[in-house]
């Protein structure tokens, strides 16, 4: 049986903490283990009780929750982030990627998001409104698709991966964030109809000899 | 260059004006946004009980129906949120302020928005940054309400002093109004266009507006760089 995704909360809003935990309460794959109404109160709650998924409010007073996300990021807290916030226009979605969060939800949206959402993330996924994805990897530069359907990027992520790398060994090898490597491979593996790691690199050594010099 | 009094006063009340708005927009965040998020979080908490309990058919239709106003006043309050907030425009550079406002527009709309930097960019006054912003929001908004497409292209170039930005697309057009001099246009319609072009002079920078039934629209915008 699947263990329940452990997930604090940190908004300085207590309605909203209120809210969101009396929704969690009906989800039997989802655990509450903790409750913040700040930045730093975030910061020891997952330093104890070690959260799969910290569920962020982007304006928090005092520490805000782009503070609190750098300075996870700064302590290299093992912990996913999804940013929650009211706001759903441009710059709220570039300070959440360019800070590295793993997800972003909507306050203006319903509820439902964002349990969605924190579920998503928890599974490893990054979650961003669709406008969102072609900023996340500077992929304006991107070169043509290369067979499979893959980019040469993605086809180089994903020899990476068939060699065995982990994703933070593939993010150093080839020069992006791990965050980077994580969008890669879910686009890859959603375009190679493969649900993991030795799926896709399964993939990799079937299909190989048909992509040799490929890239270009 | 010295500017006119009326000028630097007309300068100072557009960045009052966004300082404003950045006030009504935190009123809005802080109070009925949460409210209504929590709300809508506990009814639908309060659904999902309702069903495990076997209660009355009605009382769900109901909840549903309360729920799906809630859902649609956030929605509203996200779009008027999106269109006006400010993006911090005194801490925030002038390219990465444009992006924003082309993700926001692509996530708003179904529309697709080719986007190209030329060159350096050079740094302009705060009530320059705060023109090209909102004439792109403005423009964007008009190609996507009227030129009957969905692809745009966006330029942004620093050359010889000066920022030029450009916005077109190969809709269906227009004849466009005069929009100065005894003649300008009075049309409600017009309005937007006027207030492109009078936010341009008053940064001393440049508006030119190409456009004919069938043939697309092209904006081109200059304003000065700072010295």
Redesign the interface.
Known sequence: MNERLRVVLADD?E??L???R??L??EPDLEVVGLATSGAALLDLIAQRRPDVAVLDV?MAGMDGLDCLKEIRRRGLPVRVLMLT??????A??SALAGGADGFA???????QTVDAIRQVGRGYLVF????RK?MVGA?AEPAPSGGGLSAREWEVLERLAEGLTNAQIAEAIGVSDNTVKFHLQNIFQKLGVNNRTEAAAHYFRTRGQNAGGGR | MTWPEEHLAARRILSVTEEELQRIILDIHDGPVQKLFAALSQLSALETRLTHDDAPEAWRVDLARVSGLIEASLGEIRSSLGTWRPPGFSRRDLVSMLEGLIIQHEEFTDCRVEWDVIGLVPAVSLPAKIALYRILQEALSNAYRHAGVKNVWVRVAGEGGRVRLEVMDKGRGFTPPPLVGPQATERAEHIGLRGMRERVALVGGTLTLLSAPGQGTRIVVEVPANE
Do not use: C, N, Y
């Open positions: 809003h309605l909203v209120e809210g969101l009396s929704l309460a009906d304006q009211a706001f759903g226009d441009g710059e979605i570039q909507l306050k203006t949206a319903p509820p439902r409104p669709p406008a969102a900023w304006r």
